[in-house]
T-cell receptor, first 112, second 113 residues
Framework: DGGITQSPKYLFRKEGQNVTLSCEQN?????MYWYRQDPGQGLRLIYY???????QKGDIAEGYSVSREKKESFPLTVTSAQKNPTAFYLC???????????FGPGTRLTVL | QQQVKQSPQSLIVQKGGISIINCAYE??????FPWYQQFPGKGPALLIA?????SEKKEGRFTISFNKSAKQFSLHIMDSQPGDSATYFC????????????FGAGTQVVVTP
């Protein structure tokens, strides 16, 4: 079954703790993206990566970090420096030379 | 600042009616304009997309109208069905922007039976 998987679906963490969200794709897509979704604000780009071992900051990168050690994987770490981390996080991927971004099912992070 | 402005924030339409959602953009470098549909608790899925070389694109009950001079584009949902109840996002991207998309704030559509 081809697609993008995100885990876990729900995540609860205490304030001040770092947390890592998983994103895996078996579509052989080159580019991967992380978005944050808040009510009434649409999707905002956190980080993106075009190739392995390379990634770029998006519009709201502060308090987040990523890695791209494998083509299939693009994990996102929400650090304690992120002031308001509670949100719905979406991972997407795209095949080089095409326009369409395909989204995963999302992870809802709640910081208590 | 939001590069893509979307309206209305929400709308209610009766079954069989037409839903219209509008978006406006500023950056003239944008040359790809997709619409995504999102159901609660799920990731967005591409619905339909257009490039500026055409003024209209239709796929089934969904139509994008594009006005390059006004920097506006809209989604029309014809014969709206209860299953169309979802949040719709417009987006804009440029060929030279590494596939990055700027999203509108979203429109929640409710289709009543």
């Amino acid at each position: 079954d081809g697609g993008i998987t995100q885990s876990p679906k729900y995540l609860f963490r205490k304030e001040g703790q770092n947390v890592t969200l998983s994103c895996e794709q078996n579509l052989n897509h080159d580019a991967m993206y992380w978005y944050r979704q808040d009510p009434g604000q649409g999707l905002r780009l956190i980080y993106y990566s075009q190739i392995v071992n390379d990634f770029q900051k998006g519009d709201i990168a502060e308090g987040y970090s990523v890695s791209r050690e494998k083509k299939e994987s693009f994990p996102l770490t929400v650090t304690s420096a992120q002031k308001n981390p509670t949100a719905f996080y979406l991972c997407a991927s795209r095949f080089q030379g095409t326009d369409t971004q395909y989204f995963g099912p999302g992870t809802r992070l709640t910081v208590l | 600042q939001q590069q893509v402005k979307q309206s209305p924030q929400s709308l209610i339409v009766q079954k069989g009616g037409i839903s219209i959602i509008n978006c406006a953009y500023e950056n003239t470098a944008f040359d790809y304009f997709p619409w995504y549909q999102q159901f609660p608790g799920k990731g967005p899925a591409l619905l339909i997309a257009i490039r500026p070389d055409v003024s209209e694109k239709k796929e089934g009950r969904f139509t994008i109208s594009f006005n390059k001079s006004a920097k506006q584009f809209s989604l029309h949902i014809m014969d709206s069905q209860p299953g169309d109840s979802a949040t719709y996002f417009c987006a804009a991207g440029g060929t030279d922007s590494w596939g990055k998309l700027q999203f509108g704030a979203g429109t929640q559509v409710v289709v009543t039976p």
